[in-house]
Structures are given as C-alpha cells and as structure tokens.
C-alpha cells in the first residue's frame, strides 16, 4: 500500500507534523523501523519531488553524474539516509545547490539527524492498533480477491514484527496456504525435497519434514498425547520419542 495510514494518534500526529513541515524551507528526517511508512509519509510531504536511493545518489555526486543547475530550488526526497558515508558532508553538498531534502531514515548513526531541522518519528506497527487494522483488512481483501478466497482475518494469526512488510507477507501466506488443493501441497512439497536433497538424502533427516508439522498440527487438534497416539494410529512412546527428538515438547 503506497499511501501513508493514519488511522492511530500516533500517525495522525507524524502526519499534522509533516504537514507543517512541508511548507518550510528545512531539512526534514523521518525516522522509524523498516516498513513502518517513511516513504510514504516523505511523498505525503512532496508529492512532485525527485526521489532517489542515497547510496545511488552518492554514486552520482561522487561521479559529478548530477547537474545540479538543473535541480536548485528543488526538493529530493533520499530514501535510507543512514546507509551511506560521510552523512553530514552529503547533507551540506545538498545545501549548498539549495536542495530541500526529505530523508528517511531507520538507523541512528554519528548524530546526522542535527542536520536536520525537522525530525518526524514514526512508531512501530504494533503500537499503531488503528493503522495496523485498515492494513490488514486492505491486504486481506487484496489476497482473498487474487486467491478467489473468504478468508476472515480472525483466522490469521498477523506477524508486525517488520511492520507492513511482515503483516502484507503473513496476510498473503495464510491466504495461499487455505487456497490450496492436495495435489498443489504435494507439488510443493515434491518441489522442496528436490532442492533438500541437493544438502542431504538421509531418510530420516527427510522425514522430519513431514513429521513435524504433523506431530504441531495433531497437538492443536487433540491436545494430549495419548489422544494423539491414538487418532495417528501410533504408540505413545514411539510419539514421545519422535517429540522429544524434534524438540518439540512443551
């Protein structure tokens, strides 16, 4: 999703922030962990400004490659700040050509954002509640139309560790995963143990892969173990055993 969501107090706050900055002539550094919308929240403030990768834009400047008789008065806004060199003579080589920069950034390193007049700081998406549901319900209708499927996002256990990133990919799984028919699962898996063969051949290292996920699925469905043993048709030692050798006990 390429629009900045602010649904939360927290965005809303980033956004009235931008808002006002936008208007003045400063530097301006939006800072926050990956996937948490700095990009979209930097082209909320300029919409027609020139946008550029900073390590691509180093290059380029590094080469003279960028006429910046061309581009004075202009506004860039550079993407990863913070993974380039030397930050603060990059900033004030911007300066001097009269470059407005909006710059994102998701690391801290050696004080740069004091170039900065403006520093916005998003939070995360798990302290976004707001946000993070108009996300998930724009994603799920996304994948459930692409997958012809009515996936409720109750029945979706939703990843925020990486923000938008890992919640789009969590979202997007759980819907391919319900879309699939048995014979798709065992071209899949097929597909797989051809590339695991490639490391290891070993009959019971390859067994694991089955195994596995059918001793997880067989605890949520049945609980205890001896009720599992008894629905998989196994001995409840031999289950112990093979739970124990996975370390998958409790």
Partial sequence: MSEFIAESIESKNALN??????ALPVQI??????GTG????ARKISPNALLFDAQK??????????????????????NDIDK??????????LEANYIKIVA???????SFSEKFAVRIDI????????????????????ANKLFNTDIKIDDIKVDMSRNSISLKESIYKCVVFESLNLEQVQTLLENFLLKEMDKKSDYKDLLQIFETPLIKASRIKYKSQLQMAQ???????????KINQYGLGD
Avoid: C, H, W
């Avoid at 922030?17 to 936008?22: F, K, R, S, Y």
């Avoid at 834009?57 to 550079?78: A, G, H, P, V």
């Avoid at 939070?123 to 996304?142: F, I, Q, T």
């Fill in 104 to 110: 994102t950034a998701s690391s801290e390193k050696d």
């Fill in 84 to 93: 380039i060199n030397n930050i603060r003579q990059f900033v004030e080589k």
């Fill in 17 to 22: 922030m931008a808002t006002l900055a936008a």
């Fill in 38 to 41: 700095k990009k979209a929240l």
């Fill in 231 to 241: 629905k998989l048709n196994i001995n409840r030692n031999t289950l112990r055993k």
């Fill in 29 to 34: 550094l939006i800072f926050g962990e990956i």
């Fill in 123 to 142: 939070e995360p998406l798990a302290k976004r509640n707001a946000d993070a549901k108009v996300l998930s319900k724009y994603y799920l209708k996304e």
């Fill in 57 to 78: 834009l180093q290059k380029l400047m590094l080469n003279n490659s960028i006429n910046f008789n061309d581009d004075k008065n202009s506004t860039f806004i550079i």
